[in-house]
């Protein structure tokens, strides 16, 4: 069974750009966490999608956003992109809500110059 | 904000000896989990300890829960040059669906 798949798994943008990053979950599993990782606040959960929903958000700005798709697939968008917003962004999948463990992709590496 | 705190923060030891890191947090939880983290890649689930259990084992992994204390620790034994990572504790409050909270993590580095 394929593992959780992120894309893209490295990505440089500038101040200002807006970013997509995609989550493509376990086979049969429909909820998708999506973390923040930085050497300075580590790992924070930005927020959770199960059925096409958003069941949990962290603390973080309205720049942050994401989506769920039927398939169960996930996208999280981050706009007007600060030096800050620099990170490995994690996703995670499980079968349900509140199911664990979860499962992790290799993260997508943001670079904002 | 992190739930807790992981110590020690980083920790050095030679193959074949033990390690233990401990893991404090804050809330009431409904389980806490243990990750590690290779160098640039995600991270990969090792144990799960619900709050009504004590001690758990898998393989060379033990993990004690001490809700009173609201703590953790994890020991892993005989420890190979594979272990070098770092390790996350992460917990789960009742009714938080899969908002996990993460502590700071350990650092560990096995020495051939």
């Known amino acids: 069974k394929a593992g959780v798949t992120q894309t893209p798994r490295y990505l440089i943008k500038t101040r200002g750009q807006q970013v997509t990053l995609s989550c493509s979950p376990i086979?049969?599993?429909?909820?998708v966490s999506w973390y923040q990782q930085t050497p300075g606040q580590g790992l924070q959960f930005l927020f959770e999608?199960?059925?096409?929903?958003?069941?949990n958000k962290g603390n973080f700005p309205g720049r942050f956003s994401g989506r769920q798709f039927s398939n169960s697939r996930s996208e999280m968008n981050v706009s007007t992109l600060e030096l800050g917003d620099s990170a490995l962004y994690l996703c995670?999948?499980?079968?349900?809500?509140?199911?664990?463990?979860?499962?992790f992709g290799d993260g997508t590496r943001l670079s904002i110059l | 904000s992190q739930q807790g705190e992981e110590d020690p923060q980083a920790l050095s030891i030679q193959e074949g000896e033990n390690a233990t890191m401990n893991c404090s947090y804050k809330t009431s939880i409904n389980n806490l989990q243990w990750y590690r983290q290779n160098s640039g890649r995600g991270l990969v689930h090792l144990i799960l300890?619900?709050?009504?259990?004590r001690e758990k084992h898998s393989g060379r992994l033990r993990v004690t829960l001490d809700t009173s204390k609201k703590s953790s620790s994890l020991l892993i034994t005989a420890s190979r040059a594979a272990d070098t990572a770092s390790y996350f504790c992460a917990t789960l409050p009742g009714a938080a669906g899969n908002k996990l909270t993460f502590g700071g993590g350990t650092r560990v580095l096995v020495k051939p």
């Open positions: 999608y199960f059925s096409e929903t958003q069941r």
């Open positions: 300890i619900r709050s009504n259990e």
């Open positions: 995670a999948s499980s079968p349900g809500q509140g199911e664990q463990p979860q499962h």
């Open positions: 086979s049969g599993h429909r909820s």
